[in-house]
């Protein structure tokens, strides 16, 4: 079944340059690099500290709060200390520092048993205690996706493998070596909340995995596959949702407003694990790409190996690198060192040259309107930009600035070349500021 | 001819009459102190004072419940003039300014990466919180020379500099600075730690060569422990600050401003009467001698406070640089006023 | 009806008191600096046209008229319109503290508007019967606001923009108020 269009979004080139690429595991690092905070909420707090012997899956910190995550050791060895160290988001953060002793020696794992008989509760818990957060870069944590309030009853689950970002092909590659656990770990979240009902979303320039999970669910009525066209950002929840369900989440509301929950076909991939095999998230697939690699691969990648380590593994960077991005050129972080680790929301690691990442001064706006054209929120970037600049934050509110997903589609379009969201992501901030100050 | 006068008249009572029963109806009560305060406040409505406008603080100032000490940028004649009018107490307070704490010139520091963003300092901080090496450091983008009301604040080689002259203390460049940097400072305070790094003293130096790395040399030197150390950063506490300058020249960075000055070594003469004064005043303990003896001032314990030579009555200290050669005269003494000559000759 | 329409469409568009007879150009320029205050304003003057209208059309036709007292017009008009003004004035000091000091000197100043004057001897000009110059004062204030806050909606914009320092403030001011009453000449022939 095609999907309904959203409004707006732009036409980025797809540059799957590892598409055909198959996974393979890259050799675990001598030292890894775990944050306490790999996830949207409180940071983890720490069960073992330095000196401490730990095991591959053994917890190491736990959940701090409602909105939390658990972290799990993905090696065996010795913690060698708890420190601040580079994080991709971009600042110093607290990290566990665990030197690997190689043997992969791990815990004992718990499968649940048969999920199909399980109750949601347990399941629940299950996925709380692997510590599974969406994968899919937001990272924020699955117990708690999968429990909304009981005024917002959820009747719709869809699981995003649209990849909509140019470059990234980890969730591309999942579906292709692994529909199976992708699969099942959609009927674990349909049990969870109670449907017989699930999407999952593909994007239709990636024709083989659509083909192969059509064939898979085949067994499985409830499961319908929609292939979708080509437009990013297809892939963002509030878009996906309006493609499969033609819904409209509210202005600053979440997809339980509408009665949905997404979840990225990777977070599905490690809740099966997690429930079937008892298996806590400690590793996951990265696409290194980019131009400025020499061989663009997709890596399976244990969380806390420094990413140099996966730019050496695609064969080092060819050309004076430009810009190293953690996520997609879309949306993704631009990284000041590659000491950071790889963490549960890296799907991707883009290392980019002179050509592809060129440092242009920004131009007068000439009111083209591209970037209103693009903006699939409807909103009108050029003006809250404008807005922005002048510090009229309150008109900027009233003009929906908060409601911007931060994609990029406005300033990929804007031929004067402005730092659209970077504005408007400035405007957020100081928003936000001015309703704490009250 | 009287059709015409008694028309006109008519129409003016009529409205007359009609604007009185009106302004009974619609009366405002204005004060007429409001009026005398507003234009005495200085109608540019920056919002210091937490008001939207002066109008807004003449009205809370005639009603009490506002200071006439929060507004920074009358002077001080304009606040006295008030205080006359509305019958409150004035005191006159150090005029404050505000300082930028930090010496992070283009010249100075280390960047992290390539910014390549909006120009504006709160924007650059939402990018990996800021391309300074230095976390703590001046963005120099100047979100505070745009909002400045004054032109007292300019970005000058990626650092901001305050205009101490034009500068009123309204506090907006204090409120807008990402990395409240900027702290308002009474203009006695020459002093100053310009430096906001709570980094450890190995990374500072990593980032910036005019940073504090927390040697503790200041502390050492200070007479009146004036400094404390709080998150690996040097701060003085004004109040028990003697502004001698000693943490100054023992910084080995330079991140400390010495404003005051020049500061010169004490050396006593012979005039000395022994009188122990400066002794006692002396905070560093670096005059020693016995009552009625010369004194000697020990040059490597002084501070250079020049507390000394404000005391001394007999023209007997002078301040000489470290070479020894004298900058400043001893103070000469007080002329004793003879006692005026009794009128007319005592019969 | 017909003709109570068209004259309203005279009024408001075709014959803009601001943009085409270049009356009340002191409160255009003075008070559009923002929409709200601009607003407030166009308020402030429908209600003292549209009063004055009646008032004046009513001294003139039932007092002046028949006592052969039409050389007073003027100093009547002005008497009449002052105290109108005098009485709004009166009413928003109390009703509205804001927009009172928002507005300023140039709420009194609609006094001295020559629109409403303009209103006032129009009316009694053309020789209006009572709803011709209802509906006439009542779109001339239309009109007068519509300019006004479109004036302000545009100069709200350009405030931020990048003017060349000799054309900043008055100045490219005057110059858009030009261009809007070039625009606004698109309307000529509208009404026949």
């Known amino acids: ?438 | 001819m009287l059709t015409a006068i008694l028309t006109l008249t008519g129409v003016g009572l009529v409205a007359a009459i009609g604007l009185g029963i009106a302004s009974r109806v619609f009366a405002v009560q204005v004060d007429p102190l409001v009026e005398q305060v507003a234009e005495l406040v200085p109608g540019v409505n920056c919002g210091a004072c937490g008001n939207a406008s002066c109008n807004a603080y003449a009205e809370m100032l005639v009603a009490g419940t506002a200071g006439i000490d929060e507004c920074t940028v009358m002077s001080d004649e304009a606040r006295a003039k008030i205080a006359e009018i509305l019958n409150i107490e004035f005191t006159k307070t150090d005029k404050p300014t505000a300082v930028v704490l930090c010496q992070g010139t283009t010249a100075h520091i280390q960047l992290k990466y390539h910014y390549d963003g909006v120009p504006s300092c709160r924007a650059a901080q939402l990018v990996a919180e800021g391309y300074t090496g230095c976390d703590y450091g001046c963005l120099g983008l100047g979100d505070c020379e745009r909002v400045c009301p004054f032109d007292a604040i300019h970005v000058v080689d990626g650092l901001a500099v305050v205009d101490e002259e034009k500068c009123t203390a309204c506090g907006k460049c204090v409120d807008v600075c990402p990395r409240n940097i900027i702290e308002l400072h009474t203009t006695n305070q020459r002093v100053h730690v310009l430096c906001s790094s709570q980094d450890k003293g190995k990374i500072v130096r990593g980032v910036c060569d005019v940073g504090c790395i927390a040697c503790r040399k200041c502390v050492k030197v200070c007479p009146v422990e004036a400094i404390e150390f709080k998150d690996n950063l040097a701060r003085i506490i004004t109040e028990k600050c003697i502004q001698c300058g000693a943490c100054a020249r023992a910084c080995p960075t330079g991140s400390i401003l010495d404003q005051g000055g020049p500061h010169y070594i004490a050396k006593i003469n012979d005039n000395c009467t022994g009188c122990t004064l400066c002794a006692r005043k002396c905070p560093a303990g670096a005059i020693s001698g016995e009552k009625k003896l010369l004194h000697v001032v020990d040059e490597k314990k002084c501070v250079r406070c020049h507390v000394c030579y404000d005391v001394c009555n007999f023209e007997a200290i002078a301040l000489v640089d470290e070479q020894g050669q004298e900058m400043i005269a001893p103070k000469p003494k007080k002329k004793k006023k003879k006692a005026a000559a009794p009128q007319g000759a005592a019969s | 009806m017909t003709g109570l329409l068209l004259l309203a469409v005279s009024a408001v568009l075709v014959n803009n008191f601001v943009l085409a007879r270049f009356l009340g150009i002191c409160p255009f320029l003075g008070v559009s600096k923002k929409i709200e205050t601009a607003v407030g304003m166009g308020m402030a003057v429908i209600f003292v046209m549209t009063v004055a209208g009646v008032v004046t059309w009513l001294l003139y036709n039932y007092v002046l008229f028949p006592l052969d007292l039409v050389y007073l017009q003027t100093i009547v008009f002005i008497l009449v319109i002052a105290s109108l003004v005098q009485f709004v004035e009166m009413v928003i000091q109390k009703v509205s503290p804001v927009l009172y000091q928002a507005l300023g000197i140039y709420l009194p100043l609609i006094t001295t508007n020559c629109a409403v004057l303009g209103v006032a001897v129009l009316n009694v000009q053309n020789e209006h019967s009572f709803a011709e110059m209802l509906v006439f004062s009542f779109s001339a204030a239309l009109g007068f606001t519509l300019a006004l806050v479109l004036f302000a909606g545009i100069r709200e914009r350009i405030e931020f923009n990048d003017v060349p320092e000799s054309l900043k403030g008055t100045a490219i001011a005057l110059i858009t108020a030009g261009l809007l009453s070039l625009a606004f000449m698109g309307f000529a022939g509208l009404v026949k």
């Open chain 1, 1 to 438: 079944m095609i999907g309904r269009m959203f409004r707006g979004g732009v036409h980025p080139p797809e540059k799957k340059l590892s598409a055909d690429v198959p996974v393979k595991p890259l050799p675990v690092p001598e030292q890894v690099i775990v944050p306490l905070s790999m996830h949207i909420g409180a940071p983890a707090k720490p069960v073992v500290q330095g000196g401490d012997e730990v095991k591959l899956g053994q917890l190491i910190a736990e959940s701090s709060g409602f909105v939390s995550a658990n972290i799990h050791s993905p090696v065996s060895g010795v913690v060698r200390t708890i420190e601040p160290r580079d994080h991709p988001l971009g600042r110093k953060l607290p990290c566990f520092v665990i030197d690997n002793d190689g043997k992969d020696d791990a815990v004992e794992f718990t499968p649940l048993g048969d999920w199909p008989t399980a109750e949601p509760k347990a399941l629940i818990e299950a996925i709380h205690a692997a510590g599974i957060v969406g994968m899919g870069g937001a990272t924020f944590p699955t117990h708690v996706k999968l429990s909304p309030p009981p005024q917002f009853p959820i009747d719709t689950v869809i699981a995003n493998g649209v990849e909509c970002e140019p470059y990234l092909t980890s969730d591309h590659r999942l579906m292709l070596e692994h529909p199976d656990r992708v699969l099942e770990g959609l009927r674990i979240v349909m049990r969870v909340l109670g449907l017989d009902k699930g999407f999952i979303g593909i994007e239709q320039n990636k024709p083989d995995a659509i083909a192969l999970m059509r064939e898979k669910v085949a067994d499985h009525p409830g499961v319908e596959v929609l292939a979708l066209p080509v437009r990013y950002p297809q892939g963002a929840e509030k878009q996906l949702i309006y493609a499969a369900t033609k819904r409209e989440i509210p202005s600053g509301g979440l997809p339980m407003n509408v009665g949905c929950l997404v979840q990225n076909v990777g977070t599905l991939a490690a809740i099966r694990d997690a429930v079937v095999e008892g298996k806590p998230l400690v590793e996951r697939i990265v696409t290194v790409t980019g131009e400025a690699v020499a061989q663009p691969v997709n890596l399976l990648v244990r969380l806390g190996t420094p990413i140099r380590l996966l730019i050496e593994a695609a064969g080092g960077a060819t050309v004076p690198t430009a810009k190293v991005i953690s996520g997609g050129p879309m949306m993704g972080l631009a990284q000041y060192t590659d000491q950071t680790p790889v963490i549960k929301g890296s799907s991707g690691l883009l290392v980019l040259g002179p050509e592809q990442a060129p440092v242009i001064e920004a131009g007068p706006c000439i009111r083209c309107g591209a970037c209103v054209r693009g903006c699939p929120m409807g909103l009108q970037p050029t003006e809250l930009a404008r807005l922005v600049q002048n510090d009229d934050f309150a008109a900027a509110e009233a003009w929906g600035v908060l409601d911007c997903i931060e994609c990029g589609s406005c300033a990929f379009g804007c031929p004067a070349h402005i730092k659209l969201v970077h504005w408007i992501r400035f405007g957020k901030a100081e928003v936000m500021a001015r309703r704490k100050k009250g």
